[in-house]
Each structure stands twice: as C-alpha cells, then as structure tokens.
C-alpha cells in the first residue's frame, strides 16, 4: 500500500493536476463550514482543559462564592508554589524522572538488539519469539501484578526507584521490539551484506549500520515510551510505597488526599505534572504520532 | 581467529567457515538472550505464575496451598464479579463504537491541509498525552453536585436536585467511561488518519470520474480500505476496555457499593487490599483470559501477513 501511495505522490509532483483539483473541491462555502464544525466542537472538547487553567489561579474563596464556572476574581500563581513545596510536587517530579529515564535506555537497548536478531536471521524458533514479545505487550497489568510484586520483594526492589526501573525496562521491550523488528526489515539487506562481505561482526553491524538507520524509529519510541511510563500509575501504586519515593502520578494521587476540597491546588499540579509530556508532544508531536502508527502495525 | 593463519591453508578455510557458521547460529541467541531473559523475569513467567497463585490459597502470611478450582468456585458466585464483569462490558461496547465512529468522523473532516489542520488535530488528541490520574482528577470534579457539568445543566433550563454522576449507581460507570472515552477518541483518530493515508486516492478519483456521489465513492471504495485499521482498532480498543483501571480507581474506586468496579479494580482490592491473593489471582486470570481472546486475534492476522512476505 505504501508503494502505490508513493507512486501516486510522484505522479501528483509530475503533472501537478491534482493540485488543481484539490483546491476547485474546496469552494469558500465548504471551507467555511469546515471551519464552522471543528473550531466548536474542539472548543467543547477541550473545556476540561480551559477549566483546569482557569481553576488553578484561582483562590479558595473565589471558587467557593463564584461557583467552578465563572473568570477568576484574580489571579493565584502562589498555587503553583503550594503544589509544588507543601504539596511535594518537586521531589515527586524528581521520581518520575529517575524512574523513567532509565527505564528508557533499558527497554530501547535491549529491544533494538532483539529487533536486529528477529529481522535479519532466519532460525527456528523466531516467529514464536516475536509474537511472544507481542502478546506480551498486550496482556492486561492484573495477570502480573502480584508475580511481580512477589518478585520485586523477593529480589530485595520492592520499594525503591529499581522496582519500577526494572519492571517498566523489562515490560515496554515487548512493544519496543515489535516496532523495530518490523522497522529493520524495512531496511534493504544489501547494507548488511556489504558489511558482512568487509568482514564486519555482526555486533558491529549492529552498531555501526543499524543503529544509525533506526535513529528516526528510536526518537518516535522514545517520545511515547516516555509519556507512557511517566503517566504509568498502576505499577507505581503496586510497587512503591515510600512518599518519597512516588513519581507524579501516584503522588498527585496523595496531593489529592492532602488538599481534598482545595481544587485550586490540586489543579496548579496537575498541570505542574502534564508539563514535561506536553512539552514532549508540543515538540516532537511528529515522533509521537509516527510511534503510535507504527505500533498498531503497519 | 589469530591462530587459524598458522593452520595449513585449505584446513584453515574450513574450519574458519565452520566457526563462522557456528558463530552464525549463536549470534541471533546472543543478541536476543538480555531482552528475552528479562523479559521472561518480569512478564512471561509472572503470567503463569499468576495461573498457578489462581489454585491456591496464597494470602501473603500463611502457607500457601493447593486449593484446585476453589476461588474459581467462589469467584462464580460472586455478586461483585459479575457486577465488574458487566461494566467491562459496558467499558468495551462504549470502546470498539463512540470512538471509532467519532474518531472516523473527526479523520474524514481533518484529513485535509487547510491552515489549522496540525493544530486541530494536535487538540483533539492532547488528552492522550496526559496522564489518566489527571484526567481522573479534573473529570471528577466536574461531575460534583455543583461542578461543572451540572453548572451548564442548571444554566441550560434544567430544574431539580443536581445530579450525582459519581454517586448515582445507573450513571456511574458511564460518567468514568466518558472520562475514558474522551482520551481514547483522539487516539482512534489518529490510527484512522494514518490510514487514511494509505487509500488509495486514483481509485478514488476514478470513480468520481464514473459518476460517483460522495457518499458511495466514501462507502465503497474508501471504506473497504480502511477494513484492515478498524480490525486493528477494535482489537486495540477491546483490549484497552478490559484493562481500564486507573480512572476506576482514581474516581469512585469501584464505588457506590461497587457499582462502578471493573474487574481489575476488584482484583486489585482483593488482591492487595484484602489480601486474598489467590482470589486476585483467579480474578485477574479470567480477565487475561478474555483478553487473549482478542489477543490471538490480533496476532493471528498478523501471522497472516508474515507467511505473505
């Protein structure tokens, strides 16, 4: 499919026809009413969002004399400050990062290396192996939460930023590997031949030829394996008790408990939490997207 | 290696072919034994491990015995199991038809290049980037008595006592499965938007040539193709429903008297607030279960595809 998309993009660039076309379908009428359907219906989607920001500089008393639906009488940025001081919002923001960034190297590198074997060497056993990691990646959290967390007890992690390191580490190179395999057999094999004719290990092909031309499939992995184990809650909850130790998600869970009828606060935190993943998709909105689409399988 | 350039020549060379062939055979095994050995510590193995724990007794304290179907027994005539069963069914007929229809619908309308398309696109899908306690957190108190939600009610003419969406044991559920669905839907149009992107448009513009209204070039051409996504997105959306936990958890925990429970909140009560462990276990099972339904699914038409290479 991909091939005749090509084709026809070529054939568009040639006699520029469709250009013309394109633009005659869109009369002023239709773009108007294009613009007359979307423009409200992406307003009322996002009020969730406009409602947060606004509550969250609002104060207390504001809130409870004017109703959740009114402008702000004025503006609070000293929310922001309780969240993240009195709230623990930094060293819950610290958390996420130590988790999840390892956690990162570890399921990109390893998944890369079991993509590269899958794609290019033919043995028995390879497609059980493949869909294996697959399934994997499909199942639902429950059947390995109290393994896991047996596990984790057992090897002394229960508790500390390992356990999640570990676990999301192990858990995302099924998806990961999923991507890249089918990534790497998109690579023409002359390239490795070349390279197996100079004499090259495969380990160095590896690291010198297929590293750098999945560069572009690792950036798209990792922009949505970050936002996934960052926004991760259920493991957080099962294997990290320590306040101290909680990343945002289950920590935001105890700003709640700790502020329960202050929604000013609770609000300036949660979009003290959303901000790295909003920045991630602001910027590489692009790698983003490219990984959800590989993922669900060409 | 080093030593093979003494050996005599024609010894040399086979040997070196047979060592390389060897190391041939052990290179994919090398490469994949760190990812597959983790990965059986942390997933393979825990899932029969969870089977096993689903026989027996565990509690966590005392000994742990064999107890055969016992907590399979007890779970069957569980009130609250089939109360979390249902509302999983609930979570999956919302899943696999207010997303793929919106979601569709939101593809069709943006997939076009009109300035503000990236834009509009990037704002129905935002909610996906957040993470689901937020979502948990900002949709919870929208639907307090005077929240947001009943705020516009009142303000649109409604009379009466505000309605307790978290509270109100017949809207519950459906009140987190919006939650749900207002992240799921920009995600089902981004998988539609790529596939979109892959019909073929000279079929297309053929049979506008032929006389084609909209309508029937959309339904018989265009729709035919995107076929194999949808297959993808229902599987995807099936699977996503039965794992839905965090909002569960995050608003009402399965509450009022567990008429808002899913099966893996109630597993995760069980399991690591009741410390019936072996219950869980038997909970989370027939939850796995049902999703490898689905699972083999997915996989099967993926198999399909790797024997056509």
């Known amino acids: 499919m991909g091939a005749t998309t090509t084709a026809y993009e070529s054939r568009r660039q040639v006699d520029g026809v469709d250009r013309y076309r394109k633009k005659r379908n869109w009369r002023p009428l239709r773009i108007a009413l294009f613009y007359a359907i979307v423009i409200p219906f992406l307003l009322i989607w996002l009020v969730p969002i406009f409602m947060t920001l606004v509550t969250a500089v609002r104060s207390l008393d504001d809130i409870t004399m004017n109703g959740p639906f009114s402008w702000p009488s004025e503006i609070h940025l000293d929310n922001f400050a309780e969240a993240w001081d009195t709230g623990g919002l930094r060293q819950y923001m610290i958390n996420s990062f130590i988790v999840t960034i390892p956690a990162l190297a570890i399921c990109l590198s390893l998944s890369s290396l079991a993509g590269f074997a899958l794609a290019r060497f033919r043995f028995r056993g390879n497609l059980v192996i493949y869909f294996t990691f697959v399934g994997g990646s499909l199942l639902p959290f429950q059947i390995l939460m109290l393994p896991v967390y047996r596990l984790a007890n057992t090897l002394n992690l229960y508790d500390t930023y390992w356990a999640l390191i570990i676990f999301h580490g192990a858990f995302q190179i099924g998806f990961c590997t999923f991507v890249l395999r089918n990534f790497i057999k998109t690579i023409p094999g002359e390239i490795f031949d070349a390279a197996r004719i100079d004499g090259a290990s495969e380990f160095r092909i590896y690291r010198q030829h297929v590293l750098p031309l999945i560069l572009p499939a690792l950036a798209a992995l990792s922009t949505l394996q970050f936002t996934w184990i960052f926004n991760d809650y259920l493991w957080a909850l099962i294997l990290v008790q320590r306040d101290s130790l909680k990343p945002v998600t289950t920590g935001l869970a105890s700003l709640r408990g700790e502020f329960i009828q202050a929604y000013n606060i609770q609000f300036a935190g949660t979009l003290i939490a959303v901000i790295p993943t909003v920045i991630l998709f602001v910027f590489l909105q692009r790698y983003f997207i490219q990984g959800l689409t590989m993922g669900s399988g060409k | ?309």
């Open chain 2, 1 to 309: 290696m080093a030593d093979l350039s003494l050996a005599p020549a024609a010894q040399s060379v086979s040997a070196a072919r047979k060592q390389g062939r060897r190391w041939h055979k052990a290179t994919p095994i090398l490469f994949l034994l760190p990812p597959l050995l983790l990965y059986a510590m942390w997933v393979i193995g825990p899932m029969f491990y969870s089977v096993w724990m689903s026989f027996t007794n565990a509690d966590g304290i005392s000994r742990q015995d064999f107890v055969g179907l016992a907590n399979y027994r007890r779970l069957f005539n569980d009130d609250i199991f089939w109360t979390s069963f249902f509302n999983n069914i609930r979570w999956l007929v919302a899943f696999i038809t207010i997303p793929i229809v919106t979601g569709l619908g939101l593809a069709l309308l943006l997939n076009n290049d009109l300035p503000g398309t990236r834009f509009f696109k990037a704002g129905f899908f935002s909610p996906m980037v957040v993470s689901s306690v937020v979502i948990g957190i900002v949709w919870s108190w929208m639907y307090q008595p005077y929240g947001l939600i009943n705020e516009v009610l009142a303000w649109l003419g409604r009379d009466g006592m505000p309605i307790g969406f978290l509270a109100d044991p017949d809207i519950v559920t459906w009140a987190i499965i919006a939650a749900g669905l207002w992240r799921q839907v920009g995600y089902v149009m981004l998988l539609y938007l790529a596939g979109l992107n892959n019909v073929d448009q000279t079929l297309v513009e053929a049979s506008r040539v032929d006389g084609a209204s909209t309508f029937r070039s959309f339904r018989d051409i265009v729709l035919p193709q995107l076929q194999p996504i949808t297959v993808i997105i229902v599987v995807i959306s099936i699977i996503d429903a039965l794992r839905s936990f965090d909002l569960v958890n995050i608003m009402t925990r399965g509450g009022p008297y567990n008429q808002s429970n899913v099966l893996a909140q109630f597993m995760y009560i069980e399991a690591f607030n009741n410390y019936n462990m072996g219950y869980g276990a038997a909970i989370a099972t027939i939850l796995a279960l049902i999703s490898m339904v689905f699972i083999f699914t997915y996989l099967r038409r993926m198999v399909k595809t790797e024997i056509d290479y």
